[in-house]
């Protein structure tokens, strides 16, 4: 199924199919014999074929590539499972201002999530119904700035609040607001959420904020992070977009139930 997201970081996808090698997936490999079997003259018979054959029916090519891209992305995504549960500590680890819900629950559930994603906003009130409903849920927030410069003033803005202690505050005022995130807009929403809007400014250059944007989207990179929103559902599955709350509550049962 494929759900809505804002950001295509790994879209190259595509591309890496299409320079994988040319071996056409319908073809049993047993049958296909070395190149040097051949002489010159069947060579160029094989080649007549092919290219008869792909002009007759062009479909052909398109489905090696779509079988080659498929592959591709089971691929990726098996590999990102993979650094999921080799290095799930780390992925589960965050601030505790970047901890809801149950710090002490069965199941962490992560969330990748740039500020400025239309999809990641939707998601809020489905993470908010969900945290509220299953008081043994841990969720752990990960803001990656990946969808433009002003993703990257949000994030900013929003570790330096949390280093006032309004990171919640922060998080929800610039994620609500429809007006461009510019300098002046972010200091507006400081004041109206009670921070210091002159710290808040001068802590978005701090090294602890750039330490934290970094280590999150290090994180991302680990797990091939291909858009916004994405969730971890402990080390069961990883899932791109946004989420009904029914499916969320289905992966989130047989992630608990795939524990040891």
Do not use: W
Not at 56 to 68: C, E, V
């Amino acid at each position: 199924m494929i759900r809505p997201t804002c950001a295509r970081l790994g879209s190259a996808l595509f591309a890496l199919a299409l320079t994988l090698p040319a071996s056409l997936p319908f073809a049993p490999p047993a049958m296909a014999a070395p190149a040097a079997q051949f002489s010159p003259a069947q060579r160029d018979e094989i080649v007549s074929i092919m290219r008869e054959a792909l002009r007759k029916d062009p479909s052909i090519l398109s489905d090696a590539i779509m079988a080659l891209r498929a592959g591709a992305q089971q691929k990726a995504a098996d590999d990102a499972l993979a650094h999921v549960r080799a290095d799930h500590a780390r992925l589960e680890k965050a601030p505790d201002y970047a901890v809801r819900g149950n710090p002490h629950g069965d199941l962490t559930l992560v969330e990748f999530l740039d500020p400025r994603c239309g999809y990641c906003r939707s998601m809020v009130p489905v993470v908010d119904s969900l945290l509220k409903a299953d008081p043994q849920l841990r969720l752990v927030e990960k803001i990656v700035p990946v969808l433009s410069e002003k993703s990257v003033l949000d994030t900013q803005a929003i570790f330096a609040a949390a280093l006032q202690g309004g990171y919640e505050k922060m998080k929800r005022a610039l994620m609500q607001d429809k007006a461009p995130p510019t300098m002046e807009r972010i200091r507006q929403l400081a004041k109206a959420n009670g921070l210091d809007a002159d710290r808040l400014e001068k802590d978005m250059h701090a090294p602890s904020v750039a330490a934290e944007i970094n280590e999150n989207l290090a994180q991302a990179r680990l797990i091939g992070l291909d858009g916004t929103p994405t969730f971890v559902f402990g080390t069961n599955a990883i899932i791109p977009g946004a989420v009904s709350t029914e499916e969320m509550r289905a992966q989130i049962k047989a992630a608990r139930a795939a524990k040891p």
